[in-house]
């Protein structure tokens, strides 16, 4: 069983930054693929950015260049730094961990970004 926290949403003026962290439980986390999904009103969830075990990302192209995931094994925590934020990034933000049959997929609570001027 994993348990994941998120941490770091707010509200911010568009193209300000802000980073999100996702404190995860247990001690295999690194052998899991992790990734940030949001969901906005009425819209359905969607994948921002994953990170594998091994390191390798992948980001949703309305994010590329803004936003980077990152995790630190050693901390069990994964994070989303998110910069030039605009209003379409308005989402609640969830943290995914999927590790195949085996493992199993998990999801934390989500965090609320709002960006508005």
């Known amino acids: ?9 707010g509200l911010v003026q ?10 995860a439980s247990g001690s295999i986390f ?7 999904y949001r969901q906005a009103p009425g819209k359905q969830r969607e994948l ?3 990170i594998t075990s091994g390191g390798s990302t992948n980001y949703a192209d309305s994010v590329k260049v803004r936003f980077t995931i990152s995790r630190d094994n050693a901390k069990n925590t994964m ?3 998110m910069n030039s934020l605009k209003p379409e990034d ?9 590790g195949g049959v085996s493992l199993g ?3 934390g609570q989500g965090t609320q970004v709002t960006v508005s001027s």
Do not use: D, F, I
Request: contains cysteine; glycine residues 12%; neutral net charge.
């Open 14 to 23: 568009p193209g300000e930054s802000l980073r999100l962290s996702c404190a």
């Open 48 to 50: 921002v950015a994953s």
């Open 30 to 36: 690194s052998l899991y693929t992790m990734g940030w």
């Open 1 to 9: 069983q994993v348990q994941l926290v998120e941490s770091g949403g």
């Open 90 to 98: 308005t989402a609640v933000y969830y943290c995914r961990a999927g």
């Open 105 to 107: 997929l998990y999801w």
């Open 79 to 81: 994070y989303l730094q």
